[in-house]
Each structure stands twice: as C-alpha cells, then as structure tokens.
C-alpha cells in the first residue's frame, strides 16, 4: 500500500456508512392470493448497498451493520473469528468494536471503534495468516485461490504420504502386515520413504504454519500451535509417518471447512441470478437498456412476456400474469394488472408490462433476502462464543497437562523420557479439538451413513440430535406440504352437457398453451383418456381469459368475472364457485355464445401421506405445528384443516417468514423449519435447525438448511 493510502484514516461515519436496515415490515401488504376474479386469463392468468460518493482518499465500502467492512480471505470459521478478534481487537479499542459475517467472509469495525488507518487493519490481519482489503458492495461473495490451494496442498500430502506407505511397503520384505501397518523398520526407515513423508508434512502444513507461528508469538495458544507442536514432536522422534498422517488430516479437515463455507457462499451468491442484471428502461427517448443498479425509484421499464423482473414496482401499463413462487412460494402465477405490485427475480407470463420502480436494485425484495441469509447466519454466532471461551481455556490447558505427562513421570518415578515425550505429543493430537473435528465423524459416520441411505441429509452429527429436542415446527405450504403444482380437482358440466363435452371444449382452448393451470387440464384429459383436439382462431382476451373456436362453434374459458361481464351469470353458479374458491380452489369457466358449459376446479393438491406425519410429530412431542406460507388465507386455511396444522399465517413476504420464526423461537427452545424455496431459506436459517425439501428445493434453500430431504418424502420427518 502507498505512503499516501497509509496515512489514509478510516472515518466511521454513520451518516454515510449505516447500510440500509432490512425491514421488519414490509411498506406494501402484496396481495397474494390467486385473485379470483383473475382466475384464468390468458395474459393475465389465474385466479444495501449505496454509493458512498467519498473523495479517492477514503475507501469505499458497505458493511453489514453500522461501520466499515473488510472482505477476510481465509474467514471459514468461528476460530479464525477467534483470531481475528485477538488481532483487531486490540488495535480498534476491543473486540466490542468488531463484527463478523462467516458466510461472506466479511469483517466490520463498527462505528464506536474511533479512527483507524485501514493499512493498520489490514496489517493486523495479515498477521494472523489471513489477507483483508476493503469490502465492495455488490462484488460476489469471498472467492479467492484460497480453497484452490488448499485443494491442491492436501491432496498433494495425501500422495506423498502414500508414496512413503508404498516405499516403506516394499522395503520392509518378510514383515506380516501388522509389522508393515506399525511403520516398523528394522534398520530404521529408508531415505525416500523419508523424503516422501517429510514432503507430506510439509504440504499439509503449508496452512497452518503462519497461524501457529501467530499463536506462538502472542502466547495465545490455539488448536493450530498444538497441531504443529504434534507434528515438529513426531519429526523429532523420528515418527515420520505419524507426523505426516496428522499433518495431512489436519489438513483434509481444513479443506473440507473451506469448501462447506465456500458452498453456502456460492448459493448466497446464485440468488442474484434471479434478478436480470440490465433493465429496458422507457422515457422521452424511448426504449433502452440500462445497467439496474442504476435505475432510480421512479423510473419507468418494460417487461416482455417471459423475461424476469429485475426490479421491484408497480404496473403503469399492460395485464400479464407472474410466476412469484421464486419470492413469495406461490403455488399458481398471479394475475397483474395496472396498480398491482410486482418483485424482482419473479418471472413475466404472455403479456407485456409497463412497471414503474419502487425500489432501487440494492433493497429490493430479492436483496433483503440475500441480506437475511447472511445475517440469519451471523446471528447463529451467538451459538459458537461458548466454544470460543471454552477454547480459551481449553487449549492451554491441554499444552499444561501434555507438558506434565512429559516431565513428571521422567522426574518423579525414573520414566523413560522418549516414551513420556511420545505419550505427551499423543495427548496433544487427541485433546486438540481439530482432532476431535477429525475424530467425531467416526463414531457417528454410521448413523449419517444410515440417513442417507433412507433419503436424508443431515449436514454433521450436530444435527443428529436437535430433532430429538424439537418443540415447535414451521412448515411452508407449496411443495411441502402439497404437491407444488395445480391439479384437477373437480369438473362441473353445465347447461346439459357431460364432463368430456366440457373438458374437450377447455382442450380445445388450452391445447397450445404453456400456462399451469392448461398443463393441468391437459393433464388430466390425458388420465381420463381423452385426447385434446386443438380449436381455431385462438386468440387470447387480455384480462379476460381466451376464446376460440371448435367443432365449429365460438366457445370461450376465462375467470367467472368475465362470465359476469358477458351477461352469463347465474346465482346457483355464482354459489358454487364461491364454495370452491373458499376452500382455495381456482376456478375457470367455460362458456359458448348462448350459455355456460361448466366450471373446472384446480388446486395444489395436499401430499396424501401429510396428515399422518403431522399426527406423528405431535405424538413424538411437537407441541405446535405453524404453516408460514405466501399463498392465499383461503388456500392456506384449507389445507391446514385437512392436515391438522395448528396455526396458519398467510400471505407472509420472505421478511415475516422469519418474524414469525423470531416468534416461536422466543416461546419454543427447539424450532425447526421445513421449507422448499428461495423464499423460505432466510426463515430456515434463523431457526434452530432448516430442513430443505431436497427434490424440489432451490440451492438457496438446500444450502442454507441443515438437513435436506433428498426426496421429497415428508415421511422422513418423524423418523
């Protein structure tokens, strides 16, 4: 760094530095039900980063909380925080002053902390083996050569390592394998085998090395001092291959640390796919496109039919329908119309729409998503303090005792120092708790192996015994509870005609068409073994429904408003719809010139095996059961009476997911919740524990959740 940038003062102040807050409500009630008198139009369908503006002599940055922030390459776990906290402690005024976000590798001073030179902090942490520079908002999360490295040092000690099992192999002819398997030489070991082992140790260690060194210089002992005070003891005793075998675990479970954090990262980083990063912006100068983190609330763009949104807004202009199950988990895409509100990463039907923006691209629903994701995980932090100060504690404490082993036995009763020394540097390798993280999986790969052989992934022993605590449950509704997709569930003939009469006139209608709600009657025409004939003259009604001919005759199918504005409304019709949409079905009608051919019903059919698994986990002890979806009251409702939820909320945006999470957490000491979408991840990582239902679940979701169903069998739930 310059002479220039380190005379350069990090100014902690609030008024430029406070990042947007996500919102604890959101400023718009969104209507999420399939509104029904949309129920099925073609066209229309069914039913923080800011600019800080600063001068050159300041570095940019965006922080998670009020602050300045550091992207930490190296930043994997709760001990490096540790670390960090002992290195940037001291020279910002206290780890008080300190904040940590794991899952983006991101380090904030707050603002309490005074002026600091930001090469100070950077030098701090480079110290400690790890590389800091400024954080940039909108830059993907922490991606270094890091994990390449590492990838490549471990393996590279796992071939060398090996290598000297193979040397040491063919040169110990006449020895049975338990001579061979002890590493027991004779005429002590051969010189490739030595080199071979010493390059193992030299590889696994290329990581921890400048960490223990840290640890050494600042008396502040930790797992990595007493890995390397294991492996340069085995060195010294000639123990070539155990201090490679160690060197090399250590190592692998260093490796396998930064992978997990770098795959939650990347899940974190997959959701701002969702979002198109260019927005077609309309004006005085007509259509352009333009980068949307520069669009303005306010701004005026168009969505073609098919594009995603990349905005939050408000239609000005067009009536479409919008696929919303990406943010709010609905079940079936939701009628727009000029007035309504649209989100980003939501995905446009057939028609084209006008939208104004309302929120510019860095607090957008999608965004504060994003945000919640980290910061659910950062909040789990809170978990990992009692392991930092019991490690504290701990660490020196074993080096104390492993000093003790060597030097009392010796002294005291005329032990032999070379077996006492070899006895300390075992109690080392087997009290350190990176050789407990190495250890553990032992004694429970058998119950992991075990669950995933019977469809379920659960992400480390840890979770193994949190569903045995579990008190209270949220569960979303679409894809979890029911199916995910609509389906048939009624057909009523109307006016004299039968069900094959009404549904070859709907096929007839739908036959070209790519909407849900068609694929469903298509769908079910095939299982009643009626073979769809496509009608002429299709042509779609934009906000009313489509219209065609078949056989002949001008029929068409729409919502039962469109019935009304046609003049073909009749109150014992009217009855039966509204008995049907209250227990959340959508419906459409089908219609000729002189008369009302009949009304289908679809609806997101409940899982048949849903009721009996809620009984199940209600007798094993769930005191509540909490269905947290973004559908409609009704749909909601409905189900709920037929499974046997305890409570509903419905409607709910990302943002009351976890509100309502938050909740239960404040009245259950276990809480879990069971979720599929992108829209469900941030609630699943402010729980105890997430569940993700795998088959079907986003990245986000999968990643964020600490045991995955890798079906999407809820019966593996109660096991």
């Not at 990581?207 to 492996?231: E, G, H, I, Q, T």
């Not at 524990?689 to 109660?718: H, N, Q, R, Y």
Request: aromatic share 4%.
């Amino acid at each position: 760094m310059s002479a220039r940038k380190d005379a350069e003062i990090i100014k902690l102040d609030a008024a430029c530095c406070s990042p947007r807050q996500v919102e604890a409500q959101e400023s718009h009630r969104h209507s999420h039900g399939h509104r029904q008198d949309h129920a099925h139009e073609h066209g229309g369908c069914c039913g923080h980063g800011h600019d800080h503006g600063e001068p050159d002599d300041e570095i940019a940055s965006a922080p998670v909380v009020s602050g300045r922030s550091f992207r930490v390459f190296g930043l994997d776990c709760a001990e490096e925080v540790a670390t960090l906290k002992s290195a940037v402690g001291p020279v910002v005024g206290g780890t008080t002053h300190l904040a940590f976000d794991v899952i983006n590798g991101r380090m904030t001073v707050l603002d309490g902390a005074g002026p600091i030179r930001a090469s100070t902090i950077v030098s701090a942490v480079a110290a400690t083996g790890m590389r800091a520079e400024p954080w940039q908002e909108g830059a993907p999360p922490a991606k270094d050569a890091r994990l390449a490295e590492q990838k490549l040092f471990t393996a590279l000690s796992g071939l060398f390592l090996l290598a000297g099992f193979v040397v040491h192999a063919m040169t110990s002819p006449g020895q049975s394998f338990l001579e061979i398997m002890a590493f027991h030489h004779p005429e002590g070991a051969p010189l490739a085998e030595q080199a071979a082992l010493i390059l193992s140790v030299i590889t696994g260690a290329r990581f921890v090395v400048v960490k223990a060194w840290y640890a050494l210089r600042r008396m502040s002992p930790d797992m990595n001092l007493l890995m390397m005070v294991a492996v340069a003891g085995a060195l010294i005793l000639g123990d070539w291959f155990e201090a490679a075998t160690v060197a090399f675990l250590f190592a692998l479970s260093l490796m396998l640390e930064s992978w997990s954090v770098g795959r939650a990262r990347n899940a974190v980083s997959a959701l701002l796919d969702l979002a198109p990063p260019v927005v077609r912006v309309k004006d005085a100068n007509g259509e352009r496109e333009v980068k949307a983190a520069d669009v303005r609330i306010g701004t005026r763009f168009i969505v073609r039919g098919g594009d995603r949104i990349a905005l939050d807004g408000r239609i000005v202009a067009g009536v479409s329908s919008v696929n919303q199950a990406p943010i709010t988990g609905e079940s079936i895409p939701v009628g727009k119309e000029p007035g309504d509100e649209v989100f980003a990463g939501t995905v446009n039907g057939d028609g084209t729409l006008e939208v104004e923006a309302t929120k510019v691209a860095s607090d957008t629903t999608l965004a504060r998503i994003i945000r919640m994701v980290s910061d659910a995980h950062s909040r789990r932090a809170a978990v990992e303090q009692w392991v930092e100060r019991f490690a504290r504690v701990y660490t020196p404490a074993v080096m104390l005792l492993a000093l003790l082993v060597f030097v009392v036995p010796p002294l005291l009763f005329g032990g032999e120092w070379r077996a006492w020394f070899y006895n300390a540097l075992v109690l080392l390798v087997i009290a350190c708790p990176c050789a407990l993280v190495i250890s553990t999986p032992v004694s429970i790969v058998a119950a992991l192996a075990s669950a995933a052989r019977n469809g379920v992934l659960i992400k480390g022993g840890t979770f193994i015994e949190l569903p045995s605590r579990l008190t209270a449950l949220a569960m979303d509704k679409t894809g979890t509870l029911t199916r995910g997709e609509p389906q048939v569930t009624a057909v009523i003939p109307l006016s004299g005609h039968d069900e094959q009469e009404l549904l070859q006139r709907a096929g007839a209608l739908e036959a070209r068409s790519s909407h849900p709600l068609a694929d469903a009657i298509l769908r079910h025409m095939k299982q009643s073994g009626i073979e769809p004939i496509a009608g002429e003259d299709i042509k779609l009604l934009p906000g009313k429904g489509v219209q065609g001919t078949f056989n002949g005759k001008t029929y068409w199918l729409g919502s039962w408003r469109y019935a009304v504005a046609r003049g073909q409304a009749d109150d014992a019709v009217a009855a039966r719809i509204a008995q049907l949409e209250g227990n959340g079905a959508t419906t459409v009608v089908v219609g000729s010139e002189g008369h009302l051919c009949g009304v289908i019903a679809l609806a997101d059919t409940i899982r048949p095996e849903a009721k009996a698994i809620l009984s199940a986990l209600h007798a094993q002890g769930v005191k509540e059961v909490v269905m947290l979806t973004g559908d409609n009251r009704a749909a909601a409702e409905s189900v709920a009476r037929q499974v046997g939820i305890d409570t509903v909320r419905a409607e709910l945006l990302p943002a009351q997911k976890v509100e309502a999470v938050d909740e239960l957490t404040g009245r259950h000491a276990m809480v879990a919740m069971i979720g599929d979408g992108v829209n469900d991840a941030p609630a699943m990582a402010r729980a105890n524990f997430g569940i993700a239902m795998g088959a079907i679940g986003s990245d986000a979701a999968i990643e964020t959740a600490d045991i995955a169903l890798m079906t999407d069998d809820l019966s593996k739930v109660p096991c």
